[in-house]
């Protein structure tokens, strides 16, 4: 019987290799085995795998990362080293036979980070060999590197416990709590560069949001059609209590008044709409601001690396698989290695993920795109809608065209609101606070619009309809009365001032949407809106404000199966980016069921 203290001396020397037990610890055979384990997997799994032509280089490189575990690591070094042997050897060569040696799990490579942990440095990595009985049979010294091999066990016995891997996230604006749009005190848009904070930041635009959650299945994309509506339904209920969890209120609107609920669906069917009454959980914009910024604490206390105003260059692709990504912080480019990489860009990262699907080959078919206007009205005119429903999703397919029209971010007592995407592109939005209320409701109405050939890109459509409309408004938010547009002429802002609907958007320019929108999108527009007013009279007054742009940049749908694989190894796509979904809960169902997929991994 052997002491603890003779066993872990056994063990320095000849690692853990589940075999050696069977040969009784005896020197010469687990010497001999380990070698020829060793001997099989550079052949196989290194030479033969990756067509190695330089044997004798690869040989000596093994040689010196063996000799060296645990310590860092530069390729540049080793490449001058061989140079100065006579042997023409780039760094890119010697980090390819080490990729390759990690491949086939004989190295584990360990990233470097800088002092502050901000950032996941390229070069000057360690590596680790996956047993280091295999360093003694082969390259020998393991009682004399006593220091080496002890680190290299502590290592492989924190990667038992859990994998040394962490969770990086990208983005290119701030953190929530450094999140401001200056039209607060100036009153009107500053244009902020290099980007605006209300659409860009931790948590997307969902931050500056009205903050309505979906609970039901039947809004918010098709995700479900993916996964499977009872599961999405399942996840929907699970990141509700995530939410409750962080402060959300418990409040759910839309529960009750049913018979109510029954009379506005009678009017939606006799003016040809449906109604989709879906229960709402709403945060409003300031509560929404203090649970995101709770989510974001959470996750920085667990663990999750945040690298804020850096921007996503372009993802790395090695022999058709995805390794992670190339950023830029403003001062420096960098790499950050991944086994997984999650792009969740949003909508306004859609023409970006775009370019990134056409360069790398990532399957994908053009997706639909929204055009629409932001229509303003009194309270008192969606009262009865607002109390029983709070917000009332209503689709309709008016003729002659028969697109699909539909009501989209209600905001019962909120404001109409400017947010700024690329090349200076001004889009209109609605907000609605718990606490500060407005004497009007703003909702918006989309008309979808999908294209296949010729043309296929709905995405540059719909930003060119929007740089007409910025620039008949001089770079602003137009706004137009309903009257005005049904008379043919322009509106005037003086004209606004006379009516019982006063603009929420104080520097919106009064002018004429028409001139901008195409014919098509707004004749929809037009009908719909007289559809509308059957199931809300009033709602077609010749006060009613229209403002616009309104444009919904749904990326294009990438292809993934449910688990959120694409056809690229290691990238997968969520939310509103992915044309999966669209909206908070849905992007927050598809955030926890890549979780879930990942932890699994």
């Given amino acids: 019987q ?11 020397l000849f690692g853990g290799m589940p075999y050696l037990p069977r040969l009784n610890y005896q020197e010469e055979p687990v010497r001999q085995y380990l070698s020829d384990l060793y001997d099989s997997v550079q052949l196989k799994d290194i030479i033969k795998r990756n067509k190695v032509r330089d044997v004798d280089l690869l040989e000596r490189i093994l040689a010196y990362v063996m000799a060296n575990v645990g310590t860092t690591f530069s390729a540049g070094s080793l490449a001058k080293f061989f140079k100065s042997e006579q042997r023409s050897v780039s760094p890119e060569t010697v980090l390819n036979y080490i990729r390759y040696c990690c491949d086939a799990y004989l190295f584990y490579q360990v990233k470097r980070q800088d002092l502050q942990g901000k950032q996941v440095l390229s070069t000057n990595e360690k590596y680790y060999i996956a047993d280091h009985g295999i360093r003694e049979a082969v390259f020998g010294g393991n009682l004399r590197d006593i220091n080496l091999i002890l680190e290299n066990i502590v290592f492989l016995e924190l990667l038992r416990r859990g994998s040394p891997e962490k969770i990086v996230m990208i983005e290119q604006g701030q953190a929530i709590e450094n999140r401001r749009c200056p039209k607060a005190k100036t009153g009107q848009c500053m244009n902020c560069k290099p980007y605006c904070h209300i659409t860009t930041g931790f948590s997307g635009a969902g931050a500056f949001s009205d903050g309505k959650l979906s609970l039901c299945s039947d809004v918010g994309g098709d995700l479900p059609t993916l996964v499977g509506e009872q599961k999405a339904q399942e ?47 709403h945060l409003g914009t300031e509560k929404a601001h203090e649970v995101y910024l709770g989510i974001e604490n959470y996750l920085r206390d667990h663990g999750v690396e945040m690298l804020f105003g850096c921007t996503c260059e372009d993802v790395i692709m090695r022999d058709g698989r995805c390794c992670g990504v190339v950023a830029h912080d403003g001062h420096q480019d960098y790499t950050i290695e991944a086994r997984h990489t999650v792009i969740a860009t949003g909508r306004r990262g859609a023409e970006w993920l775009e370019k990134t699907c056409l360069e790398h080959g990532v399957e994908h078919k053009p997706g639909t795109v929204d055009i629409g206007v932001r229509v303003e009205v009194r309270n008192e005119v969606m009262e009865s809608v607002n109390r029983v429903l709070y917000e009332s999703k209503l689709i309709g397919y008016p003729l002659p065209f028969k697109n699909k029209v539909r009501t989209f971010c209600q905001n019962p007592g909120g404001f109409v609101s400017q947010e700024n995407y690329d090349n200076d592109l001004a889009v209109v939005n609605g907000h609605s606070y718990k606490d500060l209320k407005s004497d009007n409701t703003n909702l918006a109405i989309l008309c979808s619009h ?45 004209e606004l001032s006379f009516s019982n609907v006063k603009p929420t958007l104080p520097d919106a320019v009064a002018g004429d949407i028409t001139a901008a929108m195409p014919y098509r999108t707004m004749t929809n527009i037009i009908n719909f809106i007289k559809a509308v007013d059957c199931v809300v009279p009033g709602f077609a007054s010749r006060e009613t404000l229209l403002y616009s742009p309104e444009l919904k940049f749904y990326s294009n749908r990438i292809k993934m199966d449910e688990h959120f694989n694409t056809n690229i190894k ?8 992915s044309g999966w979904t669209r909206g908070l809960m849905m992007a927050s169902v598809m955030g926890v069921l890549m979780g879930r997929e990942l932890t699994e991994r």
């Fill in 235 to 281: 996840l929907i209920n699970y990141a509700d209590s995530i939410y409750l969890e962080f402060g959300a209120d418990e409040h759910v609107e839309g529960l009750e008044n049913t018979e109510e609920i029954k009379q506005i669906r009678t009017r939606a069917i006799r003016a040809g709409l449906r109604l989709v009454d879906c229960p709402i959980r």
């Fill in 450 to 494: 999908n294209f296949s050939v010729p043309f296929n890109q709905p995405i540059e459509y719909a930003q060119k309809v929007g740089e007409l409309t910025n620039m008949l408004g001089n770079g602003h938010i137009m706004v137009q009365r309903y009257g005005d547009i049904l008379d043919g002429k322009r509106t005037w802002a003086k």
């Fill in 570 to 577: 290691g990238l997968h796509c969520l939310g509103d980016s």
């Fill in 2 to 12: 052997a002491t603890a203290g003779q066993c872990f001396q056994q063990y320095l």
